[in-house]
């Protein structure tokens, strides 16, 4: 294995020299921090175990000791990790993750599914001479199901590790796989742990291309379909490390940065374990993937010396537009191919009700709001648990029955965002992203990031859609509207949008070769003309046609499009085609983006959140869950619980919300 590593042996190596500058640190009152984390970081692994002997020898004291005696918090957790062995480490690790009341089931995983035999023999024997007990023993009584007989298959450490691949069994493990998820009612778990836990990666890679073309769908989405919770997870990340261990630990380096707090224990160990294998290609696939490099990430998450150790680890910033590493490209190619053939299948979660009567409910929203006080709790059963169609449907009933506009009478009963969002959600499709559309534009400043959202999500019907309700509510036309209120490229990408004319239907492959080289050619050309090219390219091709041009665009130029667009481009212009990017590769976690975006930071953005669960619950909103968990490793529900608390005392717009939310992940 090629050494990727950020941590390399220091060239004139004195154990004893460093032991005394470390007892030097720690003489007296107080401790020279930033000596120890300049002196560990500058070691590797078997230099500061001779460190460690050579401190014992010269001053009869336990090095560890003094360094946990000395240190304190975070700082003091890394450093001490970073003076034990890998095995050591690891099996400490595992021994923490399986100790009292609960278990830390994301450790067992990360662990078991990214080490090799080798790295997982070694960690059985160290926790056996460690604790003297039985490793497989302990994971045995702390687990259960499938996922425990998935931890005991990795705890052998016995995956082949040849390297040779049968083709014939290749597809055979292919069709297997198939048969025993996606073509049968039920699912053969013992199936995928047996292959998964056991073939080599060469040729598990080959049975997951072969995989695609049999079910239409990768790999990973048949996992997410068939098995659920904790085994779920884990096979999806025995999944993501056969395909590439530095990117499934980009990720894990994102998520403990992301959400609520910083799970600082995954990135300790995640630091320190790569530190001398394979940190140059995770920061690459970091880069690769997120907005920012790993070292911006941790600079701006972390702090005092626990942030300078963990920046010495990463080893360096990254430059954003940067080529690839020769993996990096392969990945980034791979990526793009993935988005093209999988074909995911859209699931809302908000369905139509199925004892629908439209008189009952016309006749319970007037009682609702009659007399003295308004029932909130009836108004939101009804309106949150009917589809669109069903309301429009009660709508008119209201008008019929009972000679009243039911819009005016919730506007007049309800206040604040509960209104907004349940006046939201009785307007039809067309006539909310119109209404969306006016409130961006209106006032003293203009929305952008809505209006890019709007018109680079919606599909030519919903566009033409949109501008015919916003003509009939404002007699005035969308695009007029748009060119009073924007300028420059900004304001042509989005009335080519609004046109409504994007072309549709599969890659053209001729013509897909062609479009990315000319992206690649305007990459060298002046900024006005480069940012013209994108536009004839990005606002008209089919969203597949683009997976496809994203694709070709990678082998022309050893580089992904988004980062060129991010490093080249500024302003709402690179915010428009970003999000194109983002939408032809993955809409769900585009949307799952925006909505963490709506929550996080100074206050809630209401009106984006709002916008986002209200068209998006007939659609895709369990999608949008799903990729949520998976990038913030929170829930969308206990995102939109803890942070719709501020301003809604009564808890009716939050309840609202949690209706359209589905449910718990």
Wanted: aromatic residues 8%.
């Amino acid at each position: 294995m090629v050494f990727r590593g950020t941590i390399t042996g220091a060239p004139d190596f004195d154990p004893s020299a460093d032991a005394e500058s470390l007892y030097n640190a720690m003489k007296g009152l107080g401790s020279d921090k930033e000596a120890i984390l300049d002196l560990v970081t500058s070691r590797n692994n078997p230099q500061r175990q001779e460190i460690i002997a050579a401190y014992k020898c010269s001053f009869g004291k336990d090095l560890i000791e003094d360094l946990k005696y000395e240190l304190t918090g975070k700082f003091e957790r890394l450093i001490v990790s970073l003076m034990r062995t890998p095995a050591y480490h690891d099996a400490k690790e595992i021994k923490d993750a399986i100790k009292g009341a609960g278990t830390n089931e994301k450790c067992l995983i990360e662990i078991m599914a990214s080490r090799t035999n080798k790295q997982i023999r070694d960690m059985v024997a160290a926790y056996k001479d460690a604790y003297g007990r039985d490793m497989e023993e302990d994971v045995i009584a702390d687990t259960s199901g499938h996922f425990k007989k998935m931890l005991v298959v990795l705890l052998q450490g016995t995956r082949d590790e040849s390297g040779v691949v049968d083709g014939d069994l290749v597809e055979q493990d292919a069709q297997e796989l198939f048969e025993a998820g996606e073509a049968q009612w039920g699912t053969d778990e013992a199936k995928f742990i047996m292959l998964l836990g056991n073939r080599s990666v060469t040729h598990l890679r080959m049975v997951f291309d072969a995989y695609e073309k049999i079910a239409e769908m990768s790999i990973e989405d048949s996992i997410k379909h068939e098995l659920s919770g904790d085994f779920e997870t884990l096979m999806l990340a025995v999944v993501q490390c056969i395909r590439s261990v530095p990117m499934f630990f980009a990720k894990r380096l994102y998520k403990s940065m992301k959400g609520l707090g910083t799970a600082d224990n995954t990135l300790i160990r995640i630091m320190i374990s790569r530190s001398e294998i394979d940190m140059l290609d995770i920061r690459e696939f970091f880069r690769l993937r997120y907005e920012k490099s790993l070292y911006n990430m941790i600079k701006d998450d972390t702090s005092g010396d626990y942030k300078r150790t963990l920046l010495n680890l990463c080893g360096g910033d990254d430059d954003l537009a940067g080529e690839f590493f020769p993996e990096a490209a392969q990945i980034a190619y791979k990526m793009w191919e993935l988005s093209a053939m999988t074909k995911v299948q859209l699931r809302p979660t908000v369905r139509p009700y199925p004892k629908f009567d439209p008189a009952a409910d016309a006749q319970a929203l007037r009682k609702a709001m009659k007399g003295f006080g308004t029932d909130e709790d009836a108004i939101i059963d009804i309106v949150a648990q009917r589809s669109n169609a069903q309301r429009q449907e009660i709508r008119q009933t209201f008008k019929s029955l009972l000679g009243r506009d039911l819009m005016k009478d919730l506007k007049s009963e309800l206040s604040k965002n509960l209104e907004r969002l349940i006046i939201a959600l009785m307007l039809t499709p067309a006539e909310f992203d119109a209404k969306m559309m006016r409130k961006a534009m209106e006032g003293a400043g203009t929305d952008e990031h809505a209006l890019i959202e709007i018109l680079v999500t919606r599909s030519n019907a919903e566009i033409q859609a949109m501008n015919a309700a916003y003509q009939e509510a404002y007699k005035k036309s969308l695009e007029d509207s748009i060119q009073s209120d924007t300028s420059g490229h900004f304001c042509r990408i989005l009335v080519s949008l609004v046109q409504g004319a994007r072309e549709e239907g599969p890659a053209d492959m001729e013509r897909a070769n062609a479009d990315a080289q000319e992206l690649a050619d305007a990459c060298n050309a002046e900024s006005d003309d480069m940012e013209m090219k994108f536009m004839s390219i990005l606002c008209t091709r089919s969203f597949p046609h683009l997976c496809k041009v994203f694709q070709e665009f990678v082998r022309f130029t050893n580089k992904d499009i988004e980062q060129i667009i991010k490093k080249e481009m500024s302003g709402d212009v690179k915010n428009a085609f970003y999000a194109i990017v983002r939408s032809v590769k993955n809409q769900p976690s585009y949307f799952a983006d925006r909505l963490y975006k709506a929550m996080k930071g100074l206050g809630t953005d209401d009106r984006a959140l709002i916008r986002i669960m209200v068209s998006r619950s007939e659609i895709d909103l369990f999608n949008i869950r799903k990729e949520f968990k998976e990038t913030h490793d929170a829930s969308l529900h206990e995102f939109i619980q803890v942070e719709t608390m501020i301003g809604d005392t009564s808890g009716d717009y939050r309840k609202t919300l949690l209706i359209l939310c589905g449910g718990e992940d």
